[in-house]
C-alpha cells in the first residue's frame, strides 16, 4: 500500500474529525448563568440580614433614654462612649396629649454622632422622627421615621468601612409580650467596603415575641425573642436587580446577650428570588442559616 496514500487519508479523516466536534460542540446548548453567584449572593445576605438585625433598635421610646444612641447604633458595643451632646433631640420636652410613653413628634438628629467600641468605630448621620400614631389615644403604638439616616461602621484592625442609609417609615404595635413591625417603601442603601453599592426596598411584615412573657419594656433594651419575618422586597447592585420573596422557617432568635452582631444565635431566612433575564425569567432560592450569635451560613438552591 501506497505510505503517502495512507498518511494522506489518515489527515484527512482526523480533519474531519476535529470538524465534527467543531460542529457538535456548536449545536450545543449554552449553559444559562445562574440568578446570582455565590458572591452575590453572600453580599444580598449582608444586607439582608444587616436590615433584619436593625429591627430591634425600634423598640425605645424614649430618645433621652440610656440604651437608645448605643442599641441604634447597631454595632459591637459592649461598653460605648457616646460623643457628647448627641444626639440631639427636639422639641425639649416634647408634646404628649394622650401621656403614654410615646410623644406626640421628636426629631432624633445624630449630625456629629460617634460610637467608640473595642473592635469598632461608628459614624451616625440623618434623623429620625419618631412619632404617636394615635395621638389621642394611650397605647404603644409608635412610627420611626428615618430620613437618610446613616451609619457608617470601620473595623479598628482593618480600616474597611460597611455604610448603610435607611429612608421611610416603621410602624411598631408593642404589648409586654410582643411586638408587630410593618415597613412599606423602606429602603436601605449599602456602600461596601470596596467602595460598591446595592439597595433594599422592601415591605416586610415581622413580629417579634419575647421569651419570657411580659420582658418587653419601654426605655429598655429588647429582651430575647424570636423574630417572624415575611414579605416581598427588591434588592439591587450595579446592572441587576432581584425580586425577592422573604420568610423565616424555623422562626429567627434573637439573642440579647450577644456581643457580636447580628444577634441571632438560631433559625432561617429563606429567599426566593427572582430575576427577568431578557424575556426569560429565572428562579432560585437563597437560605440564610443562623448558627451563633453573628455568624451564618448562605446556600443557594
Known amino acids: 500500500m501506497n505510505t503517502r496514500s495512507t498518511t494522506l487519508t ?7 474529525g476535529l470538524v465534527a466536534v467543531a460542529c457538535d460542540k456548536s449545536l450545543q446548548p449554552t449553559q444559562p448563568a445562574p440568578v446570582l453567584t455565590q458572591v452575590q449572593a453572600n453580599e444580598m445576605a449582608q444586607g439582608l440580614t444587616n436590615d433584619m438585625d436593625l429591627l430591634s433598635s425600634s423598640l425605645t421610646f424614649e430618645p433621652t433614654a440610656a440604651p437608645f444612641g448605643a442599641e441604634i447604633a447597631g454595632a459591637e458595643l459592649a461598653t460605648p462612649a457616646l460623643s457628647s451632646a448627641c444626639p440631639t433631640v427636639s422639641p425639649m420636652p416634647p408634646a404628649n396629649r394622650d401621656h403614654d410613653r410615646v410623644p406626640d413628634s421628636v426629631r432624633v438628629d445624630f449630625t456629629g454622632c460617634t460610637f467608640t467600641g473595642p473592635t469598632v468605630a461608628v459614624a451616625l448621620s440623618g434623623t429620625i422622627d419618631i412619632v404617636d400614631p394615635t395621638p389621642t389615644d394611650s397605647d404603644r403604638a409608635i412610627e420611626w421615621k428615618f ?8 473595623r479598628v484592625a482593618t480600616g474597611a468601612t460597611f455604610s448603610v442609609k435607611q429612608n421611610g417609615i416603621r410602624t411598631v404595635i408593642a404589648s409586654p409580650d410582643a411586638l408587630s413591625h ?9 456602600t461596601y467596603p470596596d467602595g460598591s453599592t446595592a439597595t433594599h426596598l422592601r415591605n416586610w411584615h415581622s413580629t417579634f415575641t419575647a421569651d419570657a412573657p411580659g420582658s418587653i419594656q419601654p426605655d429598655q433594651r429588647l429582651p430575647s425573642g424570636t423574630w417572624s419575618i415575611a414579605g416581598a422586597s427588591s434588592f439591587t447592585t450595579g446592572d441587576r436587580s432581584y425580586e425577592l420573596m422573604v420568610s423565616t422557617n424555623p422562626d429567627l432568635h434573637y439573642d440579647a446577650s450577644c456581643t457580636v452582631r447580628p444577634k441571632f444565635d438560631n433559625g432561617t431566612l429563606h429567599v426566593q428570588v427572582t430575576r427577568m433575564n431578557g424575556a426569560e425569567t429565572q428562579q432560585t432560592t437563597v437560605t440564610i442559616a443562623f448558627t451563633a450569635c453573628g455568624q451564618y451560613t448562605v446556600t443557594r438552591s
Open 10 to 16: 489518515f489527515v484527512a479523516v482526523a480533519f474531519l
Open 147 to 154: 430620613g437618610d439616616f446613616t451609619r457608617s461602621v470601620t
Open 182 to 190: 410593618s415597613e412599606q417603601n423602606f429602603e436601605t442603601d449599602f
